[in-house]
């Protein structure tokens, strides 16, 4: 039986020789995140962003795991992916190339049966030249730029597009998409904008399906939801508006192994470059990961790990692979080579950690690395 991702003990060995911590991952809690977005989002469709191998949490496993939770919908960024996502799938599930048609790679997305998402009317006549020459129709979607200038067919080509459109039986155009910019912040009168925007558009061009909404969108209310949303980050835990509680569960734990214990003496810098000098007499631990683990370097002097609760600075810079921690707070020997200390878990949550790093909990997870051993608890 599963111990719960937050109560298994901290101090169980790694089985691996030579891990450098443990990440657990637990694929029940992501089905549960798509659960609660599923039954807020209802009679609305709950897709899944699965891009960057799932934020960096295994796209194979999140998206079968995603399959068995019944949802059907996938996103992927790059076509290289989408084709790795595939056998995960058993043909029950659609893929969807958030980043566009990439010139070159038109047949083997026909092959494949993968859909990509249009980005431009060129990509729009290269698919149906594709479809042209496997003599099949072919799915897409269509994204349209409703004001965040990143991706998508710009306003003052929608005219053209619909002629385009016009008699093109070779494209199934399986829904319209734009992306929100500032769903995170239910204040930002941008939201509003692109809502409207987003209605123009469906209007323009009836009868498609509606894909706009992710994370942050779906908790902007339900005229955000149309009939598909693409959520990411709240399906692995990651709060989908700032501010206020996190409405989503916990998703991922990381314990760090220590490497190394020490004492030293009042006035004795650590770590590179000498940052931190100590001000008294110093217990030291340094643990078996960096910033080439995703612990960036702007947690050097302003970052903490746990160990039963207890707060533990970090001191000096980070390193590459390791990164030393005061451990001053603990008693004496509670700490040596191969104990695990808490990064991400009950006492720091994945926002916590973004935050201490100046950054935001998308950043951190795409940026964990391999160098763990990764459990998965389902
Ligand atoms: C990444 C991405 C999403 C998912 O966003 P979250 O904020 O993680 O929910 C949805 N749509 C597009 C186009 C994206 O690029």
Same mark, same amino acid.
């Given at each position: 039986m599963?111990?719960?991702?937050w109560?298994?003990p901290?101090?169980?060995?790694l089985?691996?020789?030579?891990?450098?911590g443990?990440?657990?991952?637990?694929?029940a809690?992501?089905?549960r995140?798509?659960?609660?977005l599923a039954?807020m989002l209802?009679?609305?469709?709950?897709?899944?962003?699965?891009?960057?191998?799932a934020y960096?949490?295994?796209?194979?496993?999140?998206?079968?795991a995603?399959?068995?939770?019944?949802?059907?919908?996938?996103f992927?960024?790059?076509?290289?992916?989408?084709?790795?996502?595939k056998?995960?799938?058993?043909d029950?599930?659609?893929?969807?190339v958030?980043?566009?048609?990439?010139?070159?790679?038109e047949?083997a997305?026909?092959q494949?049966?993968?859909?990509?998402?249009?980005?431009?009317?060129?990509?729009?006549r290269?698919?149906?030249?594709?479809?042209?020459?496997?003599?099949?129709?072919?799915?897409?979607?269509l994204?349209?730029?409703?004001?965040?200038?990143?991706?998508?067919i710009?306003?003052?080509e929608?005219?053209?597009?619909?002629?385009e459109?016009?008699?093109?039986g070779?494209?199934?155009?399986?829904?319209?998409?734009?992306h929100?910019?500032?769903?995170d912040?239910a204040d930002?009168?941008?939201?509003?904008?692109?809502l409207?925007e987003?209605?123009?558009?469906?209007?323009?061009?009836p009868?498609?399906?509606?894909?706009?909404a992710?994370?942050?969108g779906?908790?902007?209310?339900?005229?955000?939801?149309?009939?598909?949303a693409?959520?990411?980050?709240a399906?692995?835990?990651?709060?989908?508006s700032?501010?206020?509680?996190?409405?989503?569960?916990?998703v991922v734990r990381?314990d760090?192994?220590?490497i190394?214990?020490r *004492?030293?003496a009042? $006035?004795?810098? #650590?770590?590179?470059? &000498?940052? @931190?000098? +100590?001000?008294g007499?110093t217990?030291?631990?340094?643990?078996?990961a960096g910033?080439?683990d995703?612990?960036?370097?702007?947690?050097?002097?302003?970052?903490?790990?746990?160990?039963?609760g207890?707060?533990?600075?970090?001191v000096?810079?980070?390193?590459?692979?390791?990164?030393?921690?005061?451990?001053?707070?603990?008693?004496?020997? *509670?700490?040596?080579l $191969?104990?695990? #200390?808490?990064?991400? &878990?009950? @006492?720091q +949550?994945?926002?916590?950690?973004a935050?201490a790093?100046?950054?935001?909990?998308?950043e951190?997870l795409?940026?964990?690395?391999h160098?763990?051993q990764?459990?998965?608890h389902h």
């Amino acid at each position: 039986m599963d111990a719960g991702l937050w109560n298994s003990p901290v101090g169980r060995p790694l089985d691996g020789e030579g891990a450098s911590g443990r990440l657990t991952i637990d694929l029940a809690a992501i089905c549960r995140n798509y659960g609660k977005l599923a039954a807020m989002l209802a009679p609305a469709k709950t897709g899944a962003v699965v891009k960057a191998d799932a934020y960096g949490l295994g796209a194979g496993r999140v998206g079968s795991a995603l399959l068995a939770a019944g949802c059907r919908d996938f996103f992927v960024a790059h076509f290289g992916e989408a084709m790795k996502l595939k056998p995960h799938l058993r043909d029950a599930g659609r893929i969807f190339v958030l980043n566009g048609l990439q010139p070159g790679s038109e047949a083997a997305c026909a092959q494949a049966g993968i859909g990509p998402v249009l980005n431009s009317i060129e990509q729009l006549r290269r698919w149906r030249s594709a479809a042209r020459n496997c003599g099949r129709v072919l799915p897409a979607v269509l994204q349209f730029d409703t004001g965040m200038s990143r991706l998508g067919i710009p306003p003052e080509e929608r005219p053209l597009l619909r002629r385009e459109l016009e008699g093109c039986g070779e494209i199934e155009i399986l829904c319209v998409m734009s992306h929100l910019a500032c769903a995170d912040d239910a204040d930002s009168r941008q939201n509003a904008d692109q809502l409207a925007e987003m209605r123009k558009i469906a209007a323009e061009f009836p009868g498609f399906d509606v894909c706009f909404a992710n994370s942050g969108g779906i908790f902007l209310g339900a005229e955000y939801h149309h009939v598909l949303a693409r959520p990411g980050i709240a399906l692995y835990g990651g709060a989908p508006s700032g501010g206020g509680a996190n409405p989503m569960e916990p998703v991922v734990r990381l314990d760090v192994a220590v490497i190394q214990t020490r *004492t030293v003496a009042a $006035g004795i810098p #650590v770590g590179y470059g &000498g940052t @931190h000098v +100590t001000s008294g007499e110093t217990r030291l631990a340094t643990i078996a990961a960096g910033y080439a683990d995703g612990l960036l370097r702007s947690l050097s002097s302003r970052g903490a790990v746990y160990y039963d609760g207890i707060r533990l600075p970090v001191v000096g810079r980070v390193s590459m692979d390791s990164m030393t921690v005061d451990i001053t707070a603990l008693p004496p020997g *509670t700490l040596s080579l $191969g104990s695990l #200390v808490e990064v991400v &878990g009950p @006492h720091q +949550t994945l926002e916590d950690l973004a935050e201490a790093a100046g950054t935001i909990a998308y950043e951190i997870l795409t940026g964990l690395g391999h160098r763990y051993q990764r459990e998965y608890h389902h």
